[in-house]
């Protein structure tokens, strides 16, 4: 029996709340695999001239990470939060296509086995980087068979995406309950709204670009390998959908960001409606900022000025969003419990990293960041940071509701000092490694990276296990299975109460003699 | 003697400076205003239970909008400050003046080839004080020639030619500046050491290494 | 946790999702190691969909009613054609995409061949005009279980299959293989590779179509469509639709110009 269910009830589920704790047991575990091999990085990047990773190993390592803590780690966590909060806030009983979010997380897991699986074929994976650029990624210049696996088990993993994107747009617009209007909708779904309308717009073009490469490797077309454009072509259908994606992956987290501070500072959140129309712009914009990856590639330079002003003009609304976030402290009753820490945290790394991201967006900059640790800084900060501090957060946050038990606060608050100190230590030092470029295995001592790449590496030592001893916490407090109130944090938003008159959310929104009477749920469609 | 920084360099540290300290700054008034929030507003014994508001803010557009404003002043600036910074093939320099050189990348190395033909793999040599352009392609896999030392990278790209240009320090009582070219895109096994010195010779010098090489290569290809 | 919720939900428990994404994941394994992996993964996900066509005649996976509903905006539109509707916005990107990727490769090409050169147009033509009229059919299917007209949907959906047959069949059967002996293979260069990519997809979509179709003719023999109750036409055909307007785009694109 597995939390009150049997094995096979776990197989054949397509229960919103069980999906959402499948996708989260997952990802924490691909977020062990790819830690792991983040963490062989750092090992052999600790001082120079080092051989414990060869070249190549070294280059399937770094691709494997990417690609897992991108694709299969952050995003999935937050679908998987979600999944369970998502239909709790709108009042739904479950999503609009509960055997079509089955497939998507069956799709999900079996992708990123087949992903992990590229190790074992010969020649293991694929070595690349995340980004797969062509040529290199054709078959011949990486003509292991893992590489096309890999390729596939992306693709597989954007049909996943795209189902649950689906869903989770027809739930939001048609599953709400009566009462629950745009304006009365929580921050958190209205994040994943935003989310999977970008999931949407961007995964089909990441589809046509492997299929695209699918027919390169498997039939022999020559569509990226052609000197006439195919290495271009491949940069824009991947950025096209990879700046998107990496506003997808950050979405959530500034929902759950939201929804914390809300309830531990006991405040509605700051200017709403203007939150969401910033929130609203981010979203919009992000889809025409691709080609400030491509600063460097030659291309016509006045379409690269217009694609860098898209991009400073996009940081307005996201600095608004911030600054919101924080204002939402002001006169605030606040609790530092673990969920508030790691979310203070999140926005310190939003905003040390979002500036580092508007620096790389003068294309001038960005001649010197291009390829350089600068950028590993950059997106680490506001992945590893933000993003993951945030899900970690949601996971503190909503674990009573999931689980009805205590986790230990003291312990928490430990991890997260270890966590934020370890942190800072491995990626602060890459913004002064301006010089090192990117996804090299090792470096001469005549270069003198060696002392902060050993920083770094210290870091990792500190902020990898501060990881795992989170993921042990909430481990050891669902066996200890110490019982919990329903509501401890004294929360007012809708998943907890049942009842969104009074949410905190809400309560900038003027009540009408004629609200609806039916504010109040059945208590169970809450539980 | 030590190498003066390469003028383009200095071009772009001041505008990293000046960028990074209005980040830096930023960075401070956000997050110092969180953390003195956290702290002043810490919930305390004894308060008066807490009663959300409602309607308690009047609508601060005004403010956002002053907000965005200022923001879009700073990062117009900003824009404006770096649009004309590097020369690559919008802003060329002139070719008139300038020492054209190919590059190929490959993997995992660099050949380049000067205007009478002289073809040389691994190393750039180049004279002091003087305009050059790169013309950067690849013959097999996307690479990037980065040039860290002066702040300018263009990718190279198979079947593509892309212009970057670069103007050399006078040598300033050194014999020679020795600069390097790295490659800054993932290329395959060979990346980590795809690196080629740049050397930067006094113009005599430079004209007697161009001389010797026809030599050389006169030679290699007549006996090869 | 589990008494509250047993209820009502547990009932739509089914093992069709593990069965299908492990079916799939099967099949993109033996494309890439062992071709007899990929048959086994087609048959296992052909075997599970039949499986999901018959548990949608079962009582409990029919669509509840939720009690009450905000429905601002979209009001009149359901749950599945909304989800339609998205489904079909993520294809227009997709063929979008590739559209925009063979422009691209185009503009790029020094040379490209004459298309009224290298495509026989009036097999083109043709079959536009038979998809185009598929089309038609599909509509007059819809309007005719509208109006309650069994006979005629049978008629209708019939026609529509048939002529996505014959649409298929001339491209399959006559044009790909007069071209391939032309020596416009797939690998023989970027003019042949996209055409054979951006058809040969649509000729996917198309071939799903016609299952579909299918799906909607033996329900309609099983009595299932009514005058009020025919949603899957409807939403099938709007499906139908957008394939052939998918048509109109790549015919020009690639037998005009």
């Known amino acids: 029996m597995y939390h009150g269910y049997s094995l096979k009830e776990w197989l054949t589920t397509t229960n919103h709340k069980r999906i959402g704790i499948l996708y989260i047991i997952t990802a924490v575990f691909f977020l062990i695999i790819a830690g792991t091999l983040g963490m062989l990085m750092r090992v052999q990047l600790a001082a120079p001239d080092q051989t414990f990773l060869d070249p190549f190993q070294y280059d399937q390592v770094v691709t494997l990470h990417g690609l897992l803590m991108i694709l299969w780690v952050l995003t999935p966590l937050g679908a998987g939060l979600a999944n369970y909060v998502v239909p709790l806030q709108i009042g739904a009983k479950d999503l609009a296509f509960p055997r079509l979010n089955a497939t998507s997380y069956w799709t999900y897991l079996f992708s990123g086995v087949l992903l992990v699986g590229t190790v074992f074929l010969p020649n293991g994976g694929p070595n690349t980087g995340w980004t797969l650029y062509a040529p290199l990624n054709t078959i011949q210049f990486s003509p292991q068979p893992g590489a096309t696996l890999a390729i596939l088990a992306l693709g597989l993993l954007a049909v996943s995406i795209t189902m649950a994107s689906i869903n989770f747009l027809t739930t939001i617009v048609k599953n709400r309950a009566k009462g629950m209007t745009w304006t009365r909708l929580p921050i958190f779904s209205w994040s994943i709204l935003m989310t999977m309308a970008l999931a949407l717009f961007a995964f089909p073009p990441l589809a046509a670009g492997l299929a695209l490469l699918t027919s390169d490797r498997v039939l022999g077309t020559v569509f990226f390998s052609s000197t006439q454009g195919g290495s271009i072509l491949w940069d824009e259908l991947f950025w096209f959908f990879g700046h998107p994606e990496v506003y997808i992956v950050v979405f959530p987290a500034l929902g759950i960001i939201a929804e914390v501070f809300m309830t531990f500072a006991k405040r509605p959140l700051f200017q709403r409606k203007i939150f969401i129309i910033e929130f609203a712009a981010v979203t919009f914009l992000s889809m025409g900022v691709w080609m400030h990856h491509m600063f460097t590639t030659g291309v016509n330079y006045d379409v690269l000025q217009a694609f860098s002003v898209t991009t400073l003009a996009i940081s307005v609304p996201f600095e608004g969003l911030v600054l919101g976030l924080v204002l939402t402290l002001y006169k605030g009753r606040i609790r530092l419990t673990a969920p508030m820490l790691f979310c203070i945290a999140a926005i310190f790394t939003v905003t040390l990293g979002g500036v580092t991201g508007v620096l790389q967006a003068f294309p001038t900059l960005d001649y010197a960041f291009r390829g350089t640790y600068w950028v590993v800084g950059h997106f680490h900060y506001v992945m590893a940071g933000t993003t993951l501090f945030g899900l970690i957060a949601g996971l503190y946050y909503w674990w009573p509701k999931i689980t009805n038990r205590k986790y230990n606060e003291t312990f928490a608050k430990i991890t997260f000092a270890i966590s934020f100190i370890g942190f800072n230590i491995l990626y602060f030092p890459y913004f002064f490694l301006l010089d090192m470029p990117r996804r090299i295995s090792t470096y001469s001592v005549l270069s003198g990276w060696a002392s902060l790449n050993f920083d770094a590496t210290v870091g990792a030592f500190v902020f990898g296990p501060a990881v795992i001893l989170t993921i042990l916490n909430l481990i050891i407090s669902y066996r200890k299975n110490v019982p919990c109130e329903s509501n401890p944090w004294e929360a007012k938003e809708m998943e907890w109460t049942g009842d969104y008159s009074g949410s905190l959310s809400t309560s900038q929104i003027p009540t009408t003699p004629n609200s609806p009477e039916s504010s109040k749920l059945q208590e169970d469609d809450v539980k | 003697m030590s190498q003066a920084l390469p003028p383009s360099a200095v071009d772009w540290n001041n505008l990293f400076n000046l960028a990074a300290f209005i980040a830096v700054t930023a960075t401070a008034i956000v997050v110092g205003a969180m953390i003195f929030f956290a702290i002043k507003y810490r919930e305390k014994k004894g308060q008066p239970k807490f009663i959300p508001e409602i309607g308690l803010s009047k609508s601060r557009a005004r403010e956002a909008v002053i907000f965005a404003t200022l923001s879009i002043i700073i990062l117009t600036s900003l824009t404006i400050a770096s649009y004309r910074l590097t020369p690559n093939e919008r802003f060329p320099p002139p070719v008139s003046q300038s020492l054209v050189i190919n590059v190929t990348a490959h993997q995992w190395y660099f050949n380049f080839t000067y205007p009478n033909g002289v073809y040389y793999v691994g190393t750039c040599y180049v004279p002091a004080d003087k305009s050059i352009i790169f013309n950067v392609t690849s013959d097999d896999v996307m690479h990037d020639f980065g040039l860290m030392d002066f702040r300018v990278k263009i990718d190279a790209i198979p079947g593509r030619y892309n212009v970057i240009g670069v103007t050399t320090p006078p040598l300033d009582g050194n014999s020679q500046l020795n600069y390097t070219i790295r490659c800054y895109e993932m290329c395959g096994a060979g990346h980590t050491f795809m690196n080629a010195p740049l050397i930067v010779l006094d113009p005599t010098a430079f004209n007697q290494w161009l001389i010797n090489q026809i030599a050389v290569n006169s030679t290699s290809s007549a006996g090869g | ?257």
């Open chain 3, 1 to 257: 946790m589990k008494n509250e919720e047993s209820r009502s939900e547990e009932n739509k428990s089914s093992f069709m999702p593990l069965i299908i994404a492990g079916g799939v994941a099967l099949f993109l394994l033996g494309l890439v190691i062992y071709i007899p992996l990929l048959v086994a993964g087609l048959i296992i996900v052909s075997v599970a969909l039949l499986k999901v066509y018959k548990d949608g005649t079962e009582e409990k996976f029919a669509q509840t009613k939720e009690a009450e509903e905000e429905k601002f905006p979209l009001e009149s539109v359901s749950k599945e054609k909304l989800g339609l509707w998205v489904f079909l916005a993520s294809e227009i990107l997709i063929f979008g995409s590739l559209i925009i990727a063979y422009i691209y490769v185009r503009v790029n090409s020094i040379s490209w061949p004459i298309a009224t050169q290298t495509h026989d147009v009036l097999l083109g033509m043709t079959n536009t005009i038979i998809l185009l009229t598929s089309s038609l059919t599909m509509i007059l299917a819809l309007y005719s279980i509208r109006a309650g007209n069994v006979k005629g949907l049978k008629i209708c959906l019939g026609s529509t299959v048939a002529l996505g047959v014959a649409f298929l069949s001339i491209k399959l059967g006559i044009e790909w293989p007069a071209l391939i002996r032309n020596g416009f293979t797939i690998n023989s260069g970027l003019p042949a590779s996209s055409y054979y990519v951006l058809t040969g997809l649509h000729a996917m979509h198309v071939a799903v179509g016609l299952v579909a179709i299918g799906y909607l003719m033996i329900r309609t023999f099983n009595g299932g469509f009514t005058s009020t109750k025919h949603v899957a036409v409807e939403n099938i055909g709007l499906y139908w639709h957008f394939v052939d307007i998918v048509w109109m785009f790549l015919f020009p694109l690639f037998y005009l110009i």
